[in-house]
């Protein structure tokens, strides 16, 4: 989301920050007595919509005031328009609290209104917002139906600056899907048209994006020379913006020392790296811009190293790790506070849908001895009638009470599995802080070095559990995209084998592949690489050292079946029993006494089942375990 943060920046940082931050109180505090003062409502609505415009210096409950305010006034007075712009007003609010499902809420309310006012202004804002969310939730699919929605109103519209703004969104959706050939398309498409503009921020925004697309693609030369390009368009005009170039230029030359073609110049390679990262550094950390930092001091600490001199990395890899840890703490707390809100949303709506049954049978009701007091002939008819609606009746209202504790439940288990696999994590991770708080000094490195592996240890199933918490969140809100094509098989395994490498070195174990080069299946591509990884990553995990896992397929007309098969551990007849439910616990520790979730493995039933297939498991105590899982041919019915 590189672009739409660059943007909202260029208002912030063109000017001195005190002036502004000044300038801005002074304007919103005008504001305010206007409002006070202001007698009609059209006026009162335009004071809401120009305070709620400050969100970055108001806090959002503020801005939710505001515009809740200007929302109640504008149904008052029936102005479909001002009711559009108040609920998109609504939805950034949400959006910035990371409540995605009110904000999704609001907008498709302001997209009904627009469409039936026919007005292309407000579509083209409301599906740009809808790309933003979609894009922030991995949506991709959706969130580019979304842009090119907008794309084409402002086309017709001919409004080239905001196309221009469309153009550099979507191709910014593609270099974060690393399909870098479609974003450089649409960067360049931006940049003709940000030179016809003579907009000189948006032309340097651009040729960042390019050169960023052609280090990704390792055409190193082409990508710094359109970095320094972007940087004399800005002309230290833009402070963090060419800092932003100096962090890609460092990234550019330390990735060039890496290729063999320049060994020769290396050294000289990895110092200009050095010099261009710290650079950038010092700048990110005068804007405090926390991902930023941890990303310079990230290569820093590899560039270092690879001059030899570790003493430097070490240090600059201690503050990337603190800083990252801040960060995954903050965005931890955030994806358990929407998991709590959306189970708390969904059991009001499940509720509320109860009451408007029940009204509606009392409604029937009433209707029915009115009717009888008029036409006592049909006396008879009515009553049968009355007798299978109020059937039907209660056997919706049953399921509804069924749902209502089926989610209970399911908020339970969340809830168990998150008291019962946080607290020995935590627990572990508190003693050792406070080992290395009271002892330290009289700690031997060993020890030292010993408490950080547990304490990463630790850090890494807190980690894993989240993300598997974040994974079944999305699920169940049916926000991960689901598209199944047809591709070979085995680079798909190769490619998931490669990321478990290391894993499996540390304890010698192979890893055996027996699949047909033509071997296909038609499935999701990231759906299935992380069923593969979650399953081949438990079978590293508890095979001991000097193991080996033997990865498998067959296929029929009309299934691929994939096998993953260890000489690890194995399991017995309780464990497998209960292997794929939330019921029961099943989190026991590695052979390395590498620790385990519990969740990987309903997360991987949920996903072959969403591809109409099934998952199965042999397993015998001490003699280790054999997993199975299909998925339907492209020409099947799932």
């Known amino acids: 989301m590189k672009t739409v943060v660059f943007l909202v920046l260029f208002s912030i940082i063109s000017i001195n920050p005190l002036f502004a931050q000044n300038t801005v109180n002074k304007t ?148 974060q899907q690393k399909e870098y050939q479609k974003a450089l398309s649409y960067f360049y498409k931006s940049l003709a048209l940000n030179r016809k503009l003579n907009d000189v921020k948006c032309i340097g925004l651009n040729l ?213 696999d946080l607290r020995g994590p935590f627990n572990g991770f508190l003693g050792l802080t406070e080992l290395l708080a009271e002892d330290l000094e009289s700690m031997t490195p060993e020890e030292i070095q010993f ?4 304490m990463r240890n630790s850090a890494k199933n807190l980690f894993r559990l989240l993300e598997n918490l974040l994974e079944w969140s999305k699920m169940e809100q049916g926000l991960i995209p689901f598209v199944p094509q047809e591709y070979l098989l085995l680079p798909i395994v190769s490619e998931c084998i490669v990321t478990l490498q290391d894993a499996a070195n540390i304890k010698e174990i192979k890893i055996n592949t027996d699949i047909s080069e033509n071997t296909t299946v038609f499935a999701d591509n990231n759906i299935i690489q992380a069923v593969i990884r979650n399953i081949l990553s438990n079978a590293i995990k508890f095979t001991p050292k000097g193991g080996s896992i033997s990865i498998q397929s067959e296929e029929d007309y009309k299934n691929t079946i994939i096998s993953i098969t260890d000489t690890g551990i194995g399991m017995n007849s309780k464990i497998i029993e209960n292997l794929f439910t939330l019921d029961v616990q099943n989190n026991r520790k590695g052979t390395n006494d590498e620790p385990s979730t519990g969740l990987g493995l309903i997360l991987c039933k949920d996903f072959v089942e969403k591809h109409g297939g099934k998952i199965w498991m042999e397993s015998e105590e001490g003699k280790g375990s054999t997993f199975y899982f299909n998925f339907p041919k492209k020409n099947s019915d799932f």
């Open 28 to 175: 919103i505090d005008s504001l305010k007595t206007e409002l006070t003062k202001a007698k009609e409502d059209n006026t009162k609505i335009k004071l809401l919509n120009k305070l709620s415009s400050y969100s970055d210096y108001i806090n959002s409950n503020e801005v939710l005031k505001y515009e809740e305010l200007a929302l109640k006034l504008s149904k008052k007075s029936n102005n479909k328009r001002a009711i559009g712009n108040a609920y998109i007003n609504l939805a950034v609010a949400y959006e910035m609290r990371s409540d995605y499902v009110r904000s999704l809420d609001y907008l498709y309310k302001a997209l009904k209104i627009y469409e039936a006012l026919n007005d292309k202004i407000g579509l083209s804002l409301t599906y740009n917002n809808l790309g933003l969310i979609y894009i922030d939730n991995k949506n991709y699919k959706q969130g580019l139906q979304s842009y090119n929605k907008a794309l084409q109103l402002n086309l017709e519209l001919k409004k080239e600056r905001t196309t221009s703004l469309l153009l550099n969104n979507i191709g910014d959706v593609y270099l």
């Open 208 to 420: 960042t994006n390019i050169g960023i697309s052609y280090i990704d693609l390792k055409n190193y030369i082409k990508g710094i020379e359109a970095i320094n390009e972007s940087t004399k368009t800005y002309n230290n005009d833009f402070g963090l913006f060419n800092s932003f170039n100096k962090y890609e230029l460092g990234r550019a030359y330390y990735l060039m020392s890496l290729d063999e073609s320049n060994q020769k110049n290396k050294n000289d390679l990895l110092n200009k790296s050095i010099d261009y990262l710290k650079n950038a550094l010092n700048s990110f950390q005068k804007f405090e811009s926390l991902k930023d930092i941890q990303e310079s001091n990230f290569y820093l600490s590899k560039a270092n190293k690879n001059l030899g001199k570790d003493k430097i990395a070490l240090d600059y890899f201690e503050k990337y790790t603190e800083i990252k840890d801040l960060i995954f703490s903050d965005d931890s707390k955030n994806k358990m506070a929407n998991l709590e809100s959306q189970r708390e949303i969904d059991l009001r709506d499940k509720q509320i849908e109860i009451q408007h049954l029940k009204i509606k049978s009392e409604a029937r009701k009433v209707y029915l001895l009115i009717t009888i007091t008029i036409a006592a002939a049909v006396l008879l008819g009515l009553f049968f009638w009355l007798y299978l609606s109020k059937i039907k009746t209660n056997q919706l209202l049953n399921k509804k009470n069924q749902l209502i504790s089926e989610i209970n439940n399911q908020k339970d288990k969340f809830f168990s599995i998150i008291a019962h």
């Open 451 to 454: 408490a950080a592996g547990n």
